[in-house]
């Protein structure tokens, strides 16, 4: 069975540091897309970052980057210059045949 | 980009009374759309999953006579919750995927929040 785990229910970080979540997932599958979501109080989900479990390279998208290791089916989030706006839910996903998503992060951003 | 359009956002009904909430994709075709409920500080836990033009796949625990969807078009997706009751009051968020070119994600509505009296 696919799963995907969030293990810090809550973080915090100060406003212009770096912090990163964590997510592990198990599958047996080889071909998968990962993502990150973002729900913030308005509990819109917004897609933060994608990656394709084929591509060696991890994804950034400005301040977000992932360090994507396939082998340990780790998958985590590191943002960069925290701001104020990033204090959110966050959501690991992953995708085969079907989408599963882990139990979420809270970050808080300190000022 | 890709769009999502939920309404409504809040709807405040009375027990027994039904309500319609829809979903659509406003700028891309989704053969399969996905209705989640959402309780207060957790994850999003899959209702169902509506395929354009055939019935819906219903999840285990999730009624389906309780929790009707229709999927009419390649843009439109409708979840009734029938005969309402207060346990039944939730945010509920549907999202969609695109048909062709895709690149896996899913789009989410804006989500609804209902509340049953």
């Known amino acids: 069975a696919q799963t995907v785990t969030q293990s810090q229910p809550e973080m915090s970080v100060q406003e212009a540091e770096t912090v990163t979540l964590s997510c592990t997932y198990d599958t047996s599958e080889s071909d998968y897309y990962l993502f990150w979501y973002k729900q913030p109080p308005s509990r819109q989900m917004i897609l933060v970052i994608r990656?394709?479990?084929?591509?060696?390279q991890n994804a950034t998208e400005n301040r977000f980057s992932v360090n994507f290791q396939k082998a340990a089916k780790s998958f985590s989030l590191k943002i960069s210059d925290s701001q104020l706006g990033d204090a959110a839910m966050y959501f690991c996903?992953?995708?085969?045949?079907?989408?599963?998503f882990g139990t979420g992060t809270s970050l808080t951003v300190i000022p | 980009g890709a769009v999502v359009s939920q309404h409504p956002s809040r709807v405040i009904c009375k027990s027994g009374t039904s309500v319609k909430i829809e979903c659509r994709s406003l700028d891309f075709q989704a053969t399969t759309m996905f209705w989640y409920r959402q309780f207060p500080k957790q994850s999003l836990m899959l209702m169902a999953t509506s395929n354009e033009g055939s019935k819906a796949t219903y999840e285990q625990g999730v009624e389906k006579d309780k929790f009707l969807i229709n999927h009419a078009s390649l843009t439109l997706s409708t979840l009734t919750v029938t005969s309402a009751h207060p346990e039944d009051s939730s945010f509920y968020i549907c999202?969609?995927?695109?048909?062709?070119?895709?690149?896996?994600?899913?789009?989410f509505g804006e989500g609804s929040r209902l509340t049953v009296l």
């Open positions: 999202s969609a995927s695109r048909a062709q070119g895709g690149t896996g994600e899913l789009f």
């Open positions: 996903a992953y995708r085969a045949n079907q989408f599963y």
């Open positions: 990656q394709e479990a084929y591509k060696q």
